[in-house]
């Protein structure tokens, strides 16, 4: 029999848990507190073992879903007893922790690490990849990506004050929480260019984290990015709009679908609003055990997690609203 292993108690590590159970009924499923103090057995979950317990069972792979300043330091102890991961994004809090694992991994296989940014596996964003692959927009001039959703309507069953998003600590605030817009940003265009951040914080929510960041970023063939993240929109909105040579596509990710608007009228190039947006989780499990080969392209790797990293990094750095480290 075969076990697989989520490290980590969150909301997160429950959904791949549940995920684990539903791919694998007849295997052994681990849950693992990454504190070491959480021995609760969580749904899904067979048991509750330790660290060096789960090392001593070789599972075929561990996910880990701790807060982002553990990631790194887990990961390297996984793969260096040749046990492949899959970190949940953000791969880290921390550049340095990136280039560490960067250094630990040179030389393995490429498919022993990939980074959890499931946005790859929602069937609207494989769309407008391969759209943009294509070259049926043109040249792409300007793009506006925007996420907004109230932080203390995401987890019911606590306070948001006492979340993972809303602690500097444990790697919370926007841009970390909120780091898919960048990850398919690299995905769809490889390497951005931060020119301006403007990142704030609000009465309403009073957190010592960015909770509002307004990121301007260019390609190197000259295509202007805006991006906006936020925690405090009342009405949650998630898109994206492209204006290009050829026509204007409007990629909507909470409704699922793909608009192009053009000189000549509308197309709907994708329309599934009753998508079960777990979906994209499982075939993110599938493409990394390598079920789905086709899917293998769309993991996103430890080097294009860092980018996003160093982004977040130098955002941070160049802040113009300088109440916020």
Known sequence: MSCYAVIGMGSIAKRHLANLKLLHPEDKIYSVSA???????????????????????????????????????????????????LVEKPLSDSLNACEELLSCIRGLDTNMVSVGYCLRFLPSA??????????????????????????????????????????????GGALLELSHELDYLFWFFDNLELQHSWLRTTDELDLDVEEIADLVLTTTSGTYISVHLDFIQKSTQRNCEF??????????LIANSVTLFHATGTE??????????????????????????????????VETASKVVKLIEDAKQYNKWRRIA
């Open 35 to 85: 504190s070491g103090r959480n021995n609760e057995l969580p749904a899904h979950a067979d048991a509750v073992i330790s660290l060096e317990q789960l090392l001593a069972e070789k599972p075929v792979y561990a996910i880990i879903a701790s807060p982002a300043p553990y990631h790194v330091t887990t990961a390297k102890i996984l793969l260096e007893k040749g046990i492949p991961v």
């Open 126 to 171: 494989q769309i407008v990849k391969k759209h943009l692959d294509s070259g049926s927009l043109g040249n792409v001039y300007n793009i506006e990506s925007n996420v907004g959703q109230f932080l203390p309507g995401w987890r019911k069953d606590k306070n948001y004050k006492d979340s993972v998003s809303a602690k500097k600590e444990l790697g």
């Open 268 to 301: 709907t190039l994708y329309s599934e609003p009753e998508y079960n947006k777990n979906g994209m989780y499982i075939d993110m499990l599938q493409a990394f055990e390598n079920v789905k080969n086709a899917g293998i392209s769309h993991l996103a790797t």
């Open 243 to 252: 204006i290009g040579e050829k026509g204007r596509l409007v990629w909507d």
